[in-house]
DNA sequence: CGAAACATTGACAACTTTCAATTGCCGTGG
DNA sequence: CCACGGCAATTGAAAGTTGTCAATGTTTCG
C-alpha cells in the first residue's frame, strides 16, 4: 500500500571507548550507576535490531537516536525520537520490540541490563525509577496515540511544539532528523509535511532558515 | 473540527456489595490480593474522571469497561477496551489521566492503590508484577499506534482480530460496544466503521448476524 | 405502539496520497 | 573554480480515501 524504498544502512562501525560521560538528566539509577560505557554511532548505524536478545540499556549522550519497525508492506513506522539524555532499549520482555538506529552522530552510554533488573529487586528504589521509566514511556505513547488520531496539519503542529518543548532553545529548533524520518513518525507523506511546513511558513506561524531548522513565531497559531 | 455531541452519563447506581470474586487470571498481586471489593456499574456509568486522584487500581470481574478522554475540539478518544480480567487504572501520577466508564453492566474489583504500592517498596515481586503490567500497556499502546498510521480498512480489521483474540470463542465476536466506541477508539468515524463492516460483509470476509455480532469467515483477509 | 437511540446508506466536499517533475544543496572530480 | 551527480526537499496535478451532511432503516424499550 505504501512502497517505498528504504535506505540500507552502512555498517556500523563503532568505536568503543571505555569512556563515562556525566549526563545532565535525573533519571535515577540509570544517572547515578556506575555501570556502562559510552559508545559513539555514525548516522544510520543500527544500535540494536528488532527480535535481538535485549541485553543492554541505552542512554543518549549526544545526538539523537530513533526506534522504528518496519511493517509487512514495507512502511516504516517510527517508535520514537530520543535526544541526549533520554533512555531507551528498555524492554519487557527478553527481545527488542523495535529496531534503533542513531540518526545523526551519538554518542550513548551502553548499560547491562541484567545488572539493573537484578539491582531492582534489591533495591526497591531502583525498583521504582524503572517503573517511573516505563510509565513514561506509556505516557509518551499515549499522547502519541491522541495525536496520530488528528489531520495532518495538527500533528506537524503538535510535532514541532513536542520537539521546541524537548529541547527548550528559543524559537529556533535545530531538527536532526529528516522529512521521511518526520513523516515516519506522524504516520503521513514526506509530502504531506513539506507541503505543511510550507502553508505554515506562508501563514507566518514558521519560518524555514533552511530545511533542517524551524523558528516557530507563533506558538498560539500551532496549539490551535 | 469534529463536533459531536457526547452521551450524557446516567447518574452512577452502583449497588456497594462486600462480595470477593475469583477471577481466572494470573496478573500476580491482583490476582492474590485480598484487598478490595467488588462493584456493579451500570451501562454507561461512569467509574472514574480525568484528572480525579488515583486512589484506586480496578480489574474487571464481568462486563468491559472503556477509558477515554475528551479533547480539546470535543472529540473523544477511547484510550483501551477492558475486558473480564483486565486491570485498569494504574497510574504514575497521583491522578487519572483518562476517564474510566462501564461499557455495559460491569462488576469491578476495587484494590486500594496505597495498599498495593507500598507493598511493592517491600516486595520485590509485587514491584515486578507492577512493572510487567504498566508493561503490558505500553505494549498495547504501541500497537495502537501502529495501528493508526493505517487505512480505515486495516484498523477495523485489526480491531476484529484484536477482540478475536482477547476473547477467544470461535468465529463469532460480540462486540460489547457501540459503532461509535468503535470509531472512538480507532480514529475514524462511524460512518467509516459502518461501511467497511458492510464492505467486508459484501466480500465474505466477515458476517453481521446482528449490529453487535459478528463472525469471522476469513481471517487471512483481515490480516491483508 | 411509538419514541428514541443506534446503525446504515448516499452524495458531495475536503484532505491526503500517489505519481511526476523540479529545485536546491553539497561534495567530488575535472 | 565550476560542472556534475546524487540526494533531499519542494511543488503540481490527479486520484483515492475519509469526513460531513442528510436521509432512511432498524432495534430497543417504556
Known amino acids: 500500500m505504501h512502497p517505498r524504498e528504504i535506505g540500507k544502512h552502512s555498517t556500523a562501525r563503532a568505536d568503543r571507548r571505555g569512556v563515562r560521560d556525566d549526563t545532565t538528566d535525573s533519571s535515577g539509577p540509570l544517572a547515578r550507576t556506575t555501570l556502562g560505557v559510552s559508545i559513539k554511532f555514525g548516522p544510520n548505524v543500527e544500535i540494536y535490531g528488532e527480535g535481538e536478545q535485549a541485553e543492554y540499556v541505552y542512554k543518549v549522550v549526544s545526538g539523537t537516536v530513533r526506534t522504528y519497525k518496519i511493517l509487512a508492506d514495507g512502511r516504516r513506522q517510527i517508535g520514537s525520537f530520543y535526544l541526549r539524555g533520554d533512555v531507551f532499549g528498555l524492554e519487557f520482555g527478553n527481545v527488542h520490540a523495535l ?107 514558521i519560518a524555514l532558515p533552511s530545511a533542517r531548522t524551524v523558528v516557530l513565531r507563533d506558538r498560539a497559531a500551532l496549539r490551535q
Not at 539491582?119 to 513514561?136: F, I, K, Q
Not at 496515540?145 to 495538527?154: G, S
Not at 529541547?167 to 507523506?189: C, F, H
Not at 504531506?192 to 506562508?202: A, D, G, H, L
Open 99 to 205: 529496531s534503533a538506529e542513531a540518526v545523526t552522530e551519538s554518542k550513548v552510554l551502553v548499560i547491562k541490563r541484567s545488572a539493573l533488573v537484578s539491582l531492582a529487586t534489591r533495591d526497591s528504589e531502583v525498583a521504582r525509577d524503572l517503573w517511573t521509566l516505563t510509565g513514561r514511556e506509556l505516557a509518551r505513547a499515549q499522547e502519541r496515540v491522541v495525536l496520530l488520531i488528528k489531520t495532518a496539519q495538527e500533528r506537524v503542529a503538535a510535532f514541532l511544539l513536542e520537539m521546541a518543548e524537548r529541547r527548550p532553545a528559543g524559537d529556533a529548533i535545530e531538527l536532526p532528523m529528516s522529512r521521511q524520518d518526520i513523516a515516519d513518525y506522524l504516520g503521513v507523506t514526506i509530502e504531506t509535511v513539506s507541503r505543511t511546513f510550507t502553508i505554515m511558513e506562508r501563514r507566518s506561524v
